[in-house]
């Protein structure tokens, strides 16, 4: 019975240092599994991700690429002049729609006749206005340059007139005077009456009972 109390004493303490060792194990467990779980992603592989390409890198992929100029195509001495026969800009341009126009006249198509004629007058009247233009700002300094683009703004002129009278008279073959004694009118304007195409321009508006005095006058109306 004397050894009774030391040996529920030693019993006791064994008991509550089995209980304090095992809730340190037990807390300890998820202190190593959660050290565990923070260090798995650091040794794991990483996984490839591809990346998809937004919509403008999609387009400017598969468009095709927009060619650039060199620098060196701009330089005066590599520009072609213009080829007459290749520019509605010229005289020969002009020319060439007058003949289509003839070709359409004498098919009877009216109607591709007067397009053909309005195109080929504003070519003429464009032309003569470049030229008139160009010859009075080389007047007073050089008179030969303006000599030169004042005769080609009167041959311009000239021919625009010729369309003029030719679209006239399409204009009459498809009775519509309405349109054909404004052009008539502006080529005696031109012309001046007393020149051959004023002549003409003023018979026409006679004939369509627009003017009622001939002229010239003959001899006996004197």
């Known amino acids: 019975m004397v050894f009774a109390k030391p040996i529920r004493f030693v019993y006791s303490t064994f008991n509550l240092t ?71 800009l010229s005289i020969q341009g002009g020319q060439n729609l007058m003949t289509e126009a003839e070709n359409a006249i004498a098919e009877e198509n009216y109607d591709l006749a007067s397009q053909k004629l309005q195109e080929a007058r504003q070519i003429f009247n464009q032309l003569s206005n470049f030229y008139s233009q160009l010859a009075g700002s080389f007047s ?37 005077p309405e349109l054909a004694v404004p052009l008539l009118v502006q080529i005696i304007t031109s012309q001046q009456p007393t020149r051959d195409l004023g002549k003409k321009a003023y018979q026409q508006l006679l004939e369509l009972g627009f003017v009622d005095v001939p002229y010239p006058r003959s001899s006996g109306n004197n």
Do not use: C, F, W
């Open 18 to 88: 089995l209980l304090i060792v095992l809730s340190l194990t037990l807390v300890q467990q998820p202190l190593n599994a959660q050290s565990e779980e923070t260090v798995e992603p650091e040794n794991s592989i990483p996984i490839p991700v591809e990346v998809q390409p937004t919509q403008p890198e999609i387009e400017s992929e598969n468009s095709t690429p927009i060619p650039v100029q060199p620098a060196e195509l701009t330089q005066p001495e590599n520009i072609r002049p213009l080829e007459p026969q290749n520019s509605l």
């Open 140 to 176: 007073g300094i050089d008179n030969r340059v303006s000599s030169g683009q004042r005769g080609k703004a009167l041959e311009t002129a000239q021919m625009r007139d010729q369309a003029t009278y030719q679209l006239a008279l399409v204009h009459r073959a498809q009775n519509q």
